[in-house]
């Protein structure tokens, strides 16, 4: 039968060990929507389809810069005059999201202006995160164990004891500071970028500083003890 709590032969210890790491981003991510507008569906539509394709041009003209590229929601809405009895549409508007994901932030902030300087485009992010498998997580939960490990030592030690034996090991979670688009401003640094008028000269590239992400590691460790002499 096992006793919760140890034996006086066997006395059990129970520590948490925590990890708190301060590193790099790996990627950043920018969404893009471009707008279009018109007179009829037709010439929204085209419209909306020959800025997309601009904006997708420049995209991948950065290569491996651009770690992934989607297009997210894409709509053409009807707009409809306020006034009269019947409802006409005055005008068709359209938008399509894309979403990029970059892993050279020399080249983010002039891609974020160059994209920013498109008619009826507008450009919000950046989001700093680490990739899900980063080797940050795995070193975060390593130094979380150590310093269990060496916690719970440092309790027998002052009991004139030693550990004998590791009875459990339980991880209570990573925290992933990733803001995935929402979150705490603390975790992200956002700014939305709108298209120049055409008279506009094209601005200089933005100086964007990566954000400093933090990685939590937490673990439950529960060790036997040789019996102390108290």
């Given at each position: 039968?096992?006793?919760?709590?140890?034996t006086?032969d066997?006395?059990?210890?129970?520590?948490?060990?925590?990890?708190?790491?301060?590193?790099?981003?790996?990627?950043?991510?920018?969404?893009?929507?471009?707008?279009?507008?018109?007179?009829?569906?037709?010439?929204?539509?085209?419209?909306?389809?020959?800025?997309?394709?601009?904006?997708?041009n420049?995209?991948?003209?950065?290569?491996d810069?651009?770690?992934?590229?989607?297009?997210?929601?894409?709509?053409?809405?009807?707009?409809?005059?306020?006034?009269?009895?019947?409802?006409?549409?005055?005008?068709?508007?359209?938008?399509?999201?894309?979403?990029?994901?970059?892993?050279?932030?020399?080249?983010l902030?002039?891609?974020?202006t160059?994209?920013?300087?498109?008619?009826?485009?507008?450009?919000?992010?950046?989001?700093?995160?680490?990739?899900?498998?980063?080797?940050?997580?795995?070193?975060?939960?390593?130094?979380?164990?150590?310093?269990?490990?060496?916690?719970?030592?440092?309790?027998?030690?002052?009991l004139?004891?030693?550990?004998?034996?590791?009875?459990?090991?339980?991880?209570?979670?990573?925290?992933?500071?990733?803001?995935?688009?929402?979150?705490?401003?603390?975790?992200?640094?956002?700014?939305?970028?709108?298209?120049?008028?055409?008279?506009?000269?094209?601005?200089?590239?933005?100086?964007?500083?990566?954000?400093?992400?933090?990685?939590?590691?937490?673990?439950?460790?529960?060790?036997?003890?040789?019996?102390?002499?108290?």
């Open positions: 039968m096992t006793v919760p709590y140890g006086p066997a006395p059990r210890i129970a520590v948490r060990g925590e990890a708190h790491l301060e590193v790099d981003p790996e990627i950043a991510r920018i969404t893009i929507t471009v707008a279009a507008r018109g007179k009829d569906r037709r010439t929204a539509l085209d419209d909306l389809t020959h800025r997309n394709t601009t904006a997708l420049l995209l991948k003209t950065y290569g810069a651009v770690e992934r590229l989607e297009t997210g929601s894409f709509s053409v809405t009807p707009e409809l005059k306020e006034h009269g009895r019947s409802e006409r549409i005055h005008a068709y508007h359209g938008r399509v999201h894309i979403t990029a994901e970059l892993t050279d932030f020399t080249a902030g002039e891609l974020t160059k994209l920013a300087d498109l008619d009826l485009t507008r450009v919000d992010g950046p989001w700093w995160a680490l990739r899900p498998t980063s080797p940050a997580y795995r070193q975060a939960r390593q130094q979380a164990v150590r310093e269990a490990v060496q916690r719970a030592k440092e309790y027998a030690e002052a004139g004891t030693s550990l004998a034996a590791l009875l459990e090991l339980a991880d209570i979670g990573t925290e992933d500071p990733e803001p995935r688009f929402v979150g705490k401003a603390s975790r992200s640094r956002s700014m939305a970028f709108e298209a120049q008028t055409a008279g506009d000269t094209g601005a200089a590239p933005l100086d964007l500083e990566p954000q400093r992400q933090h990685v939590h590691a937490h673990v439950n460790a529960r060790f036997t003890m040789a019996p102390p002499t108290l």
